[in-house]
């Protein structure tokens, strides 16, 4: 099998230079056969890389510990779950899977693209095949899975304890998704610049894929914060860590991208600018891949230590000078149909958004690498922490908040008084209604005042659109149930984004809540001592150790009363695994978690002493759980915007893009 | 229409420089420096009581817990060895010989009072060296 793998990661590096090479010299000359061959070539490279994953995993889950990767990521006493996962624990496997994942992509975008644009897809299929010759150049030749130790050690390292939770099993996969899938509408825009076919082709044929790799970044964001919350114990979800920000960046980017395809499709604008924002998406995106996986910035190691450093440089060097090369060439054919009419207007709401999403990315970008580069500059490593990145990102976030309602409602071109008048003076009454009740109630603190009356303001944008256009169904006769599901399947592009848009209130509400109104307190307690916070008490009845076959496990256990009301137990723990994965951890802290709409009860067990008393920290989050939940709403918006259109739409639709084909100047 | 287009550039304008102001301000008021242990010594007094990071591996047998939560440990490196009193959420994979950071002030009394502690698996990135330094490797390490 291991023989296998390695002829599969050989065999698929040499066939992704030929798919290169033979697509862009069919382009060039014509000849339709190459182009088909490069296609049955990228297909080929999907199934090798296929046997390779199944290879690895094979002696992943079979615990061969001749192979390096194997003896450093699992153990005998990992189970199964855990010894599959461990395919992305570690560098080699993670950038195994980071091809395997764009050859997937490829070969759906080879056999979705049939018989479509004969002069665009040849340089999109090169484009996807020279990202996956880099990869596969470092899986093959410096980060081998498959690589051999020279002894066979008796017992494997094993999996660190704090990636063996089921988050830890699926958010890299997604975020990988995302951070892979940003890739394609990258090629796409590449294949336009090289082929010079500079219509909206290129944004109409990627427009589902960017939909996807942004969900899957959403989504991985969001598991990543729920997987530092329930398991690094410290109370919060994000810290501005560099690895967070890795895949922060990426999506600050991507969304400008999302928003700003959309005037380009409408209204032939901004072709120069989309061209640079998913250059700059996909070069965020490697460069993310890039900081998780080497971690040179949170590292005191010195850069030259990690192998894989100095080629990713490179590849991104290269990235950024062939792009930006290609696109001053193209510079003359990427001119505006339109031009700005009115700094009011649907289409500034999205420069404005587009501008604060860049800012934020930059503002990111600066902090993560400050380390970096005040080393170069000054000689002294200077960080900045979280203070930074709050004071930066929190005003850009609400500017963004207050767009979000603005846009959909502002009219195209120029908004005219009527316009104003007649579409915000409900949003804006619910807002000031918001604020003054806040102030009523004692809230003092300006951001949150503004995030809670932004949202309100929002909230309110959303529902008038819903119900007007429900209003106007139901007039025809529809009930207004049906009516709602029509509006919704009918327009699911608009409608499905305005969900994805009450996803992200529900976020913002809740990062806003539990940020500004957290409260926690320590206190070393004896038996039977009490300790109150908020409208809290909690009395310590003792500890309680037990032995089971994977852990020594010790229980703290709290009464908990609300109010005066008996809430039940509450059982922090700290545990000691005896299968210790990496043999690193003196145990595992177990935060005791008791969720609900309005409070996150947050226990700690920080310590314990053989006389009975015990240390803990209870941190009280409000709101915590309307992250969760927002993201839910977010994923469901995000399918309704991807749903495959029905055949009505996709007749309209093929009559629009064949008229595109011959003469992509006519609009539809 | 030109003068749309000089709105346009003005609120532009605006939206930079708000957003350079914000990160001027942000860096200049939250900068911390990152110091070995030995530059930190070398700073002695004008380091005293100004917000540092400093990384170094934790000194095996130092680590003294007391019931109240605060922490007390050395940190060393080349040699050079300082006392961290430590009060907040210790990381599960704090124990002697990790890379630990610590984030906080140097007090007058050489002990380095610390906010924040970040501990790192000295294998997290992949040295392999124990591996190849164990051919008998059988796993009942210290536990």
């Not at chain 1, 990202?131 to 690589?147: G, K, M, Q, R, Y």
């Not at chain 1, 809230?443 to 005042?449: D, K, S």
Request: proline share 3%.
């Amino acid at each position: 099998m291991v023989e296998t793998g390695k002829i599969s990661i050989l065999l698929a590096f040499a066939i992704s230079i030929y798919v290169v090479l033979a697509s862009v010299y069919g382009a060039k000359t014509n000849r339709r056969d190459f182009v088909k061959s490069a296609r049955n070539g990228t297909v080929a490279v999907f199934i090798l890389l296929f046997i390779a994953i199944i290879s690895l995993l094979h002696s992943l889950i079979n615990l061969d510990f001749s192979l390096k990767y194997v003896a450093l990521n699992t153990s005998t006493d990992l189970p199964v779950i855990y010894r599959i996962t461990s395919l992305w624990a570690g560098q080699a496997g993670s950038l195994l899977l980071w091809v395997f994942i764009l050859s997937i992509y490829s070969a759906i975008v080879v056999l979705q693209t049939k018989n479509k644009n004969r002069a665009l897809m040849p340089y999109v299929i090169a484009t996807l095949g020279a990202v996956s010759v880099f990869f596969l150049f470092i899986t093959a030749f410096v980060e081998n899975p498959f690589e051999k130790l020279a002894f066979v050690p008796q017992e494997g390292r094993g999996l660190n304890p704090i990636l063996q939770n089921v988050y830890m099993a699926i958010h890299p996969v997604t975020l990988y998704l995302g951070y892979v899938g940003v890739t394609v509408p990258f090629a796409f825009g590449m294949g336009a610049l090289l082929s010079g076919r500079l219509g909206d082709e290129w944004i109409r044929y990627s427009r589902k894929w960017t939909l996807f790799a942004w969900t899957f970044l959403s989504v991985g964001l969001l598991l990543g914060a729920r997987w530092a919350y329930l398991e690094l114990g410290w109370g919060g979800y994000w810290a501005w860590d560099p690895v967070e920000n890795a895949a922060f960046m990426p999506w600050l980017a991507g969304t400008a991208f999302v928003h700003s395809v959309m005037i380009q499709e409408k209204k032939g604008m901004l072709k120069k600018w989309n061209m640079s924002l998913i250059i700059i998406t996909f070069f965020l995106a490697i460069f993310g891949t890039f900081i998780t996986r080497s971690g040179i910035i949170s590292s005191v190691h010195s850069f030259a230590q990690s192998d894989i450093g100095p080629l990713f440089l490179g590849f991104i060097a290269f990235i950024l000078l062939f792009s930006f090369a290609m696109f001053l060439y193209r510079l003359g054919d990427l001119e505006s149909e339109n031009r700005f009419d009115s700094i009011l207007s649907r289409e500034s709401a999205f420069i404005f958004n587009n501008l604060l999403f860049l800012g934020a990315a930059f503002a990111v970008f600066l902090g993560t690498l400050f380390p970096i580069i005040s080393e170069a500059v000054t000689g002294e490593k200077i960080l900045v922490g979280s203070p930074y990145f709050n004071r930066v990102n929190v005003p850009i976030g609400l500017l963004l908040i207050f767009l979000m309602g603005v846009g959909p409602l502002i009219s195209w071109r120029k908004a005219s008084r009527e316009n104003l008048a007649k579409n915000f003076l409900v949003p804006v009454i619910a807002a000031a209604v918001t604020a003054a009740v806040l102030i009523a109630l004692g809230i003092r603190e300006i951001y949150a005042l503004l995030s809670y009356a932004f949202c309100a303001f929002v909230s309110m944008t959303v529902f008038t659109e819903f119900f007007r256009g429900v209003r106007v169904r139901s007039r025809r006769g529809e009930n207004p149930l049906l009516a709602f599901t029509r509006l919704v399947s009918r327009n699911r592009r608009r409608y499905g984004g305005y969900i994805v848009h009450i996803g992200v209130v529900l976020i913002v509400i809740g990062i806003t809540s539990s940020s500004v109104f957290v409260t926690e307190i320590q206190a070393t307690l004896e038996k039977g001592e009490s300790v109150s916070l908020r409208d809290y008490t909690f009395t310590y009845e003792g500890i309680e150790q037990y032995t089971t076959d994977a852990k020594n496990a010790t229980v703290a256990s709290l009464a908990a009363f609300e109010g005066g009301k008996d809430i039940g137990v509450i059982e922090p723990e700290k545990n000691v695994y005896k299968y210790e994965g990496n043999r690193e951890i003196n145990q595992e802290t177990e935060v005791a978690l008791r969720s609900t709409f309005t409070n996150d009860l947050y226990v700690i067990l920080m310590n314990f002493s053989n006389d009975g008393s015990a240390t803990f920290r209870i941190i009280i989050n409000p709101m915590v759980s309307w992250i969760w939940a927002g993201g839910l709403v977010l994923l469901l918006g995000a399918i309704v915007t991807m749903w495959p259109e029905g055949r009505k739409e996709r007749e309209g639709a093929f009559v629009r893009y064949t008229l595109g084909e011959k003469d992509s100047t006519v609009k539809a | 229409m030109l003068k749309g287009k000089l709105k346009f550039i003005i609120a532009i304008l605006v939206i930079a420089l708000g957003i350079s102001y914000l990160v001027y301000g942000g860096v200049k008021d939250t900068m911390v420096y990152y110091l070995t242990v030995e530059e930190l010594q070398q700073r002695v007094p004008s380091v005293y009581n100004e917000r540092v990071r400093v990384s170094g591996t934790v000194v095996p047998g130092t680590i003294n817990q007391d019931t109240d939560g605060a922490l007390e440990f050395q940190i060393t490196e080349d040699g050079n060895n300082i006392d961290v009193v430590y009060g907040g959420v210790v990381p599960d994979i704090f124990k002697d010989d990790v890379e630990a950071v610590v984030e906080g002030v140097y007090t007058e009394r050489n002990v380095f009072e610390a906010d924040t502690l970040l501990a790192k698996c000295p294998t997290k990135y992949e040295s392999t060296d124990s591996l190849y330094q164990q051919q008998n490797y059988s796993g009942d390490e210290s536990y």
